[in-house]
């Protein structure tokens, strides 16, 4: 079957940095994508990987290894809030998009 | 402004009550599709299309269908909703083929409870 595995919950405090890991088994690959989610809000877009490597978007970065089937977001600077749910997604090649079950961020002051 | 909207945002309603939560976006987008949320199992794809008239089943489809008869709606239709269908469900639309980006623009959500 299709899966993406993430851990379940981090934690970490403001200013530290924070890598949240994300493993994935799909029928064919297109990308890899995540997104932060608030309680009681909508996913937002945050970066997407196509090719292999860090793409760097201001405090977050992605990163994507295609041989091994992984990849990661890099929260740096961290702030109070950045607190929410980090998914990663993957299309494959039926055009699903398959989501993790999500990781919870906790930030501490 | 760039939306997506669903509509009602809540719902409470019983068993065997067909009901419709209605989308819509004004971005153009070709792709849209349905999930729902529940607590420890992230997002799961009910339906998605990739145009006018064409949808697919996601991993999640039973007791749902949708239909795409205009780019910009897409609604998901619960012929008998039950219990087990109680859930937080979200619609959502993106470009295809882009290659540099695969930016999915989710709507604000309807929290369903089928009593």
Not at chain 1, 58 to 82: A, I, N, P, T, V
Not at chain 2, 1 to 25: D, F, M
Not at chain 2, 76 to 102: K, M, R, V
């Amino acid at each position: 079957g299709q899966s993406l595995e993430q851990p379940s919950e981090v934690t970490a405090v403001e200013g530290a940095i924070v890598q949240i890991n994300c493993t994935y088994q799909t029928s064919g690959f297109y990308g890899l994508s995540w997104y932060q989610q608030h309680d009681g809000g909508a996913p937002t877009f945050l970066s997407y990987n196509a090719l292999d490597g860090l793409e760097e978007t201001g405090r977050f970065s992605s990163f994507l290894s295609r041989s091994d089937s992984y990849g990661y977001l890099l929260l740096q600077e961290l702030q109070m809030k950045d607190s929410a749910s980090y998914f990663c997604a993957v299309r494959g090649n039926t055009d699903k998009l398959i989501f993790g079950t999500g990781t919870r961020l906790q930030v501490f002051p | 402004e760039a939306q997506v909207t669903q509509n009602p945002r809540y719902l409470i309603t019983v068993t065997g009550k067909k009901l419709t939560v209605t989308c819509s976006q004004n971005m153009n987008h070709e792709y849209m599709s349905w999930y729902r949320q529940d607590p420890g199992l992230g997002l799961r794809q009910i339906y998605y299309s990739m145009n006018v008239e064409v949808t697919d089943k996601g991993d999640v489809p039973e007791g749902y269908k949708v239909s795409r008869k205009e780019k910009r709606n897409f609604p998901l239709i619960l012929e008998s909703p039950s219990p087990n269908q109680t859930s937080l469900y979200f619609c959502a639309s993106s470009l295809l083929g882009t290659g540099s980006s695969d930016e999915q623009f989710f709507g604000p959500g309807t929290r369903l409870t089928v009593l």
